[in-house]
């Protein structure tokens, strides 16, 4: 697209986090009054500017990703925000006898609001996509505005504890500074996923302190790669790698760096707690040193974006980002990005081959975790399940889906997953693990007592099953959760109904079968399509049908149809109840057949 004429879809995205600690006591002293009120006033502003993407809401900040049709929508949504007050907009919280906040919101001047306006000082971080991408539609699914008790899940961080013990905040160029100084000291951490630093990662230039700057600066050979805590989730920092660590380091300098920034707020707090004076972060994460530096720094590879946009090459980002912090995006061919060459250094490889790769898929995840799982496409297609690094010695004896197995083949893999969860010792060191294994022993006995009972029977010729929907690989293509759900299939989906004459960008016309009428309130029972591999048993312990009552409509991620899943909470006495939490369930959403898929179905018999 050029400067003259509108911008497609999802060209504007914003990436944030902000810290409410040490700013505005008001609303921490009447959090539980506000937080709700917060996310309906987030969903309706999202929804009026038609944006996308996920908001957390929590106590200690708020952190979010929104994409927007185009710069002007994003730029309403950003100064909407800066001129947010707590009390103006969504009103004073209740009153209570001889409280500080009393008198804030009791202050006759008008528009004295000063100390409650939350969001004036966020950092914001501007992206954009390609016009190829762009052209499919947002580059996330739906609209998310949670509440959260944590922003980052820590495993037992106070968040009074990060103001304290936080870390020194650097800016790009301080954290560059650094980087070119090395040193044998100096300890460089990624505070991400395994799955995230093995597509790209920085790397400490000068690790020996004594290296000549051009030397320095030159893609060195000698330039060691930041260490990777090779966790799965953020709470193992902490229990597991700092645990490690802390003591030896206590005198080393420490530089860590994420995606965004929030990891590190949590993760500087974690080591200076454990007694290491010198941790410093890079303020904005490497969202921001790459909008200075671009692939003339020290990051190598792609940087993982959690979005459709899935990984951005370092150059990419610094033309693009840099047009839209500044405000040029107007005066700037979008394209121009995309006709520069990219960087070709690939950091990545394949888990099985070790041929570089750092294409990372929704569809292919460890068959244990479910993590995020480097591997190339042709050892993809070799395989029926795919296992992480931390599962790879399960290859033999863990699958998920066991049809294809004979029952002496799973007495092997009995066998052996007994001995592996016997390994796992001290017993309390290893909780999770046994946990899984202990649920995989139980249901391959139960496998091997229906095979001998001729309860079920080996499918050696079975097709594929998506390790997300357990749906066979006619149905599913594992691109079926998360941000994944608008991927290539989707854009095929919109060709064709292009190509139908449809209404695809309204989400008016789908060519087959319509979908079924459901309304909130409905009530529904497990359906045609329910999966108990996924979904979990259709009847009750007491052999009752379940039952439940659908709360919300909305889009499971279909291209075309905008209503094609439903809300519901089970009610296991068939009593309404306020308290249980809501799952997402497929209401006609298209298979990669076309046919509609329906998790659920209405009951005959309606509760009033």
């Known amino acids: 697209s050029t400067s003259n004429q509108p911008m497609d879809p999802a060209m504007a995205i914003t990436r944030w986090w902000f810290s409410f600690l040490n700013r505005c006591s008001l609303f921490r002293l009447h959090a539980s009054h506000y937080i709700e009120r917060l996310i309906e006033h987030q969903k309706q502003l999202c929804n009026s500017l ?11 900040g708020v952190n979010g990703t929104l994409s927007a049709f185009d710069s002007e929508d994003m730029q309403k949504y950003v100064d909407t925000m800066k001129s947010f007050s707590l009390v103006r907009d969504l009103g004073p919280p209740p009153a209570s006898n001889g409280t500080a906040s009393e008198a804030i919101v009791t202050d006759s001047t008008p528009g004295n609001y000063s100390n409650c306006g939350l969001f004036s000082d966020i ?51 301080e954290f560059h500074d650094q980087l070119m100084k090395g040193g044998k000291d100096l300890i460089l951490i990624d505070v991400r996923n395994t799955f995230e630093y093995d597509i790209g990662h920085f ?21 060691s790669p930041a260490i990777n805590p090779e966790m799965t989730n953020f709470t193992q920092f902490d229990a597991q790698f700092c645990a490690r660590n802390a003591d030896k380091w206590k005198d080393k300098k420490v530089l860590m760096y994420c995606t965004g920034g ?39 590879g792609k940087n993982f974006t959690f979005d459709l ?33 990219a960087t070709k250094e690939i950091v990545g490889k394949c888990l099985e ?58 007495a092997v893999q009995l066998e052996e997953l007994t001995k592996t969860r016997d390994g796992l010792v001290p017993p309390a060191q290893h909780k999770a693990m046994r946990r899984t294994l202990n649920k995989q022993i139980e249901k391959v006995t139960k ?38 759900k608008r991927g290539g299939r989707d854009l095929d989906r919109k060709r064709r109904a292009q190509d139908d004459g449809n209404d695809v960008e309204g989400h008016k016309k789908q060519k087959g079968e319509d979908i079924q009428p459901i309304a909130v309130g ?25 039952c439940g009552r659908v709360v919300e409509i909305k889009s499971w991620g279909s291209l075309t149809d905008a209503n094609d899943c439903v809300a519901v909470v089970w009610n296991e006495t068939n009593e309404r109840t306020e308290a249980a939490q809501p799952k997402i369930y497929r209401w006609g959403a298209l298979a990669l057949n076309e046919k509609r898929m329906y998790d659920v179905q209405r009951c005959q018999k309606q509760v009033a």
């Open 50 to 60: 038609k944006m996308r993407g996920r908001i957390l809401l929590g106590v200690e």
């Open 123 to 173: 950092d914001w971080k501007f992206s954009s996509v390609s016009p190829e991408l762009a052209s499919r539609s947002h580059i996330f699914p739906d609209l998310k505005v949670s509440a959260v008790k944590e922003i980052v899940a820590t495993g037992g961080l106070s968040i009074d504890d990060i103001p304290t013990y936080g870390g020194k905040h650097l800016s790009p160029e």
């Open 203 to 223: 790397v400490n230039p000068n690790p020996s302190g004594d290296g000549a700057e051009s030397a320095v600066v030159s893609n060195n050979a000698a330039s």
């Open 262 to 300: 929030i990891r590190c707020e949590k993760a500087s707090a974690m080591m200076r707690k454990r007694g290491i004076d010198d941790v410093s972060q890079l303020s904005g994460g490497i969202h921001r040193y790459l909008e200075k530096y671009g692939d003339a720094g020290f990051f190598r």
């Open 309 to 341: 946009r899935v990984a951005m090459d370092p150059k990419e980002c610094l033309i693009r980002d840099e047009a839209l912090a500044t405000g040029a995006s107007d005066s700037v061919d979008a394209s121009a990005a995309d006709e520069q060459p």
């Open 353 to 410: 081959c070790n041929v570089p790769h750092d294409t990372i898929s929704g569809s292919r995840v460890c068959t244990v975790c479910r993590d995020l799982v480097l591997v190339c496409p042709t050892c993809a297609t070799k395989l029926r399940e795919l296992h992480c690094a931390r599962h790879s010695g399960w290859k033999q004896c863990y699958s998920t889906f066991l049809e294809i197995f004979s029952a002496d083949e799973l």
């Open 447 to 484: 496998r091997i007592k229906a095979l001998k009972n001729g309860e079920a029977k080996v499918e050696k010729d079975a097709k594929h099953r998506c390790r997300t929907c357990a749906e066979t690989e006619d149905m599913c293509d594992g691109l079926c959760w998360g941000f994944w």
């Open 522 to 546: 409905d009530i529904v029972e497990p359906g045609q399509a329910w999966n108990e591999l996924r979904l979990g048993p259709k009847s009750l312990p007491d052999g009752s049908r379940k």
